[in-house]
């Protein structure tokens, strides 16, 4: 009775860290196990090295995001209180 082969493993929109370990790990093993042709290693690690870019330009662009969400609250606390944020006058 032959094996049944192994789904693929679909690659999600954004990476995340566990599935870029996740790749990195597979093919690790399966290098070591010898399962893998050099061709298909070369793809896979650059689809592992793709995927590590890719992940670590979206970390940056949060953390770019977030420090120019809080310069701006910065600026907004500082700035003296108009007249409409200061309620009705009798």
Avoid: C, I, W
């Avoid at 860290?17 to 061709?39: E, H, I, K």
């Amino acid at each position: 009775m032959p094996d049944k082969p192994t789904p693929p493993f679909r690659l999600s929109e954004s990476p995340t860290a566990s599935s870029v370990s996740l790749l990195a790990g597979n093919l690790r093993d399966d290098s070591a196990r010898g399962t893998v042709s050099p061709r298909m290693y070369a793809h896979r690690s650059r689809v592992v090295r793709q995927q590590s870019n890719l992940l670590a330009q979206e970390s940056h662009e949060a953390r770019s995001d977030a420090e120019a969400s809080r310069a701006k609250q910065m600026r907004k606390a500082a700035r003296p209180k108009d007249h409409r944020e200061e309620g009705g006058q009798g």
